[in-house]
């Protein structure tokens, strides 16, 4: 067996599948930096991303693969799990020996693989969209921090950007010190330091960010607990179903839950 080492970008496993084809070496387990585990006899090797490789890739499986199925591989790439990796690999090797459209053969390990990880990925945007809040900062910036488990930032940007298209916003995801920032135009994303957030952030663009919240954001925080507590109805509590529909680990971005 042959252990193909990439640098976790989406260029870089496509690299991978290309580089399996020009081998024929088929028999892979896909890693990325650090998460190498070789046993006595593994072959590791280091794959470099390659833009060119891995359009020729991504083309391939455009005409080889329904829509439906390339939008659950980038999904399931998005989860940054080696397992989903791994799927992501096998599933596109199936898919080139075969010479007819077997992205629905569900029936397949790896095309199963694929659905329940993009499920996965899937459940955890639509939860993005619906628990960000945000909070104004005195230069009129509303800015979100969050946590996701997977990386689901470059999904969730054209539901944001077609929501708050009248104000500039920042979500930034602490776990993997990147944002995406709204300039009232277009959607840019960020790297940063989490440290760096109480004081001035570069975006990379030449644009900055006050960060400090507006004097009135206490009142308007306060305004929505209120909201919140008198549209509530007590005797109907049912904190089982509640937790169901609003899992606890999202609670921290949530205002209303901070009374």
């Not at 799990?81 to 791994?86: I, K, M, P």
């Not at 329940?116 to 009129?140: N, S, T």
Request: aromatic content about 16%; hydrophobic content about 40%; overall charge neutral.
């Amino acid at each position: 067996m042959s252990i193909y080492v990439f640098d976790g970008t989406m260029t870089g496993l496509l690299s991978c599948i290309f580089r399996a084809f020009q081998f024929k070496q088929f028999d892979v387990q896909i890693c990325t930096d650090g998460q190498v585990q070789a046993g006595l006899f593994a072959d590791v090797i280091d794959v470099a991303s390659h833009d060119e490789h891995a359009q020729r890739v991504w083309q391939g499986l455009k005409l080889k693969a329904s829509d439906r199925a390339l939008k659950q591989f980038y999904y399931a790439f998005l989860s940054e799990q080696q397992q989903a990796f791994q799927h992501c690999f096998n599933f596109a090797v199936y898919v080139f020996q075969q010479q007819r459209d077997v992205s629905k053969n569900y029936g397949h390990v790896d095309v199963l693989g694929l659905s329940q990880w993009a499920k996965q990925v899937g459940r955890e945007k639509h939860r993005m969209e619906a628990f960000v809040r945000f909070k104004k900062c005195q230069d009129g910036l509303f800015i979100s921090l969050v946590s996701p488990d997977f990386n689901v930032l470059p999904l969730i940007e054209r539901h944001f950007k077609a929501r708050y298209q009248d104000q500039r916003w920042l979500i930034y995801d602490e776990k993997r010190n990147y944002g995406i920032y709204y300039d009232l135009k277009q959607v840019h994303q960020v790297d940063m330091d989490a440290t760096t957030i109480d004081g001035q952030i570069q975006s990379g663009h030449s644009q900055s960010f006050n960060i400090e919240l507006d004097d009135d954001e206490v009142l308007y925080d306060q305004l929505w607990k209120d909201y919140f507590r008198s549209v509530n109805i007590e005797a109907r509590r049912n904190m089982k179903l509640h937790v169901q529909y609003v899992p606890r680990r999202y609670w921290r971005y949530m205002n209303e839950k901070a009374i």
